[in-house]
């Protein structure tokens, strides 16, 4: 939307001004306010989707006009305790409707068993987060091949699993959560070759988040046919890029692999702003200069949780979590922590 791209010019200049701190609220990232409801902190922001500083991973955390809360996936082990449970407890969230794990990759599940058990550790105690709804998944079988999840078994049987099909539509209030792709099925019935034996990236869960004309892209690790000679990945971002169309913001595939995010689908989707989940010190390469200067070429500001390997200064580094707040009008702006 025009004036999105307006609020996005903005926040390019704020950033290249050297200074994170974004227009409209200060961050939460560190206040704790135990007990609290969501968005209680300002009621004029009606939609919160946070993208959480796991790591060499992935977490992103929706709160929904209507009070609901939505898990998409669970960073690595380990991560939870200093990122994903506190900004819970500071956003007064205690209870999810619904969790989504995009695939079977650890540094997505890893953390699941520790989110659900809440901050003492030790699940069925009073501290557990609730999950109301379902926890979603790309299919049923663990493990599969081409998959290293883990953090299965700790909660398959406490609670209901449900497969994500694609097309599903998640309602949290009037914030709408489509599933586009899952399993390497799209939701105009494409069914994409995941390869064998299977890429687990490929099969990943896609999800478009719409709000008031606010529309953001959640691509897990979904393939666009790039990666290293001789293996290239399938390719499920270019049949994809025409049904989602143009976006506000793109949290970006696969931490900025160059297994995705191709021209093709940045072309139809132009993000205004791109967010990639990156940990320092990976082993990965993420995320890939080509990616990143693709993502810039296509006028999207760029944001990162972590640096992670990238020598580039134009992506605004978060060292933290990037909150993007919608308002009634479909109007957002991006926080980040350290402010102050
Ligand atoms: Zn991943």
Same mark, same amino acid.
């Given at each position: 939307m025009r004036r999105n791209a307006v609020i996005a010019f903005i926040i390019i200049l704020l950033a290249s001004c050297g200074h994170v701190s974004m227009p409209g609220r200060g961050s939460s990232a560190g206040s704790s306010q135990p007990g609290s409801n969501h968005n209680e902190e300002d009621a004029s922001v009606p939609l919160r989707i946070t993208a959480i500083d796991v790591g060499q991973g992935d977490a992103t955390l929706i709160e929904a006009p209507s009070g609901e809360a939505m898990l998409i996936d669970a960073g690595p082990p380990g991560a939870t305790d200093a990122a994903i449970l506190p900004l819970l407890e500071s956003r007064g969230v205690?209870?999810?409707s619904q969790i989504i794990i995009?695939?079977?990759h650890e540094d997505h599940t890893g953390g699941l068993s520790e989110v659900l058990a809440g901050r003492d550790g030790l699940a069925g105690t009073a501290d557990d987060i609730k999950v109301k709804g379902d926890i979603y998944v790309?299919?049923?079988?663990?493990?599969?091949? #081409?998959g290293d999840g883990t953090g299965w078994t700790a909660w398959q049987d406490s609670y209901p699993r449900r497969i994500a099909h694609a097309g599903d539509r998640i309602k949290l209030g009037d914030c709408d959560v489509e599933v586009v792709a899952a399993d390497g099925m799209l939701e105009d019935g494409t069914a994409i070759d995941y390869g064998e034996p299977p890429d687990e990236n490929a099969r990943s869960i896609a999800l478009l988040i719409s709000y008031a004309g606010f529309r953001m892209f959640v691509a897990a690790d979904i393939t666009g046919g790039g990666g290293d000679p001789p293996y290239q990945t399938p390719d499920i971002e270019t049949p994809l890029a025409p049904l989602i169309g143009?976006?506000?913001?793109l949290r970006a595939a696969h931490h900025g692999s160059n297994t995705s995010s191709n021209q093709a689908f940045l072309d139809a989707a132009k993000p205004d702003v791109a967010i990639i989940s990156v940990g320092d #010190?990976?082993?990965?390469?993420?995320?890939h200069a080509d990616v990143v200067e693709r993502l810039l070429a296509s006028g999207a500001a760029v944001y990162q949780t972590e640096r992670g390997l990238?020598?580039?200064?134009?992506p605004t580094i978060a060292h933290g979590p990037i909150t993007i707040s919608v308002k009634e009008s479909g109007q957002y702006d991006i926080t980040l922590p350290g402010d102050d």
């Open positions: 205690r209870e999810l995009t695939h079977f790309r299919g049923i079988e663990e493990n599969s091949a #081409g143009k976006i506000d913001v #010190g990976n082993d990965y390469g993420h995320p990238l020598e580039i200064d134009e």
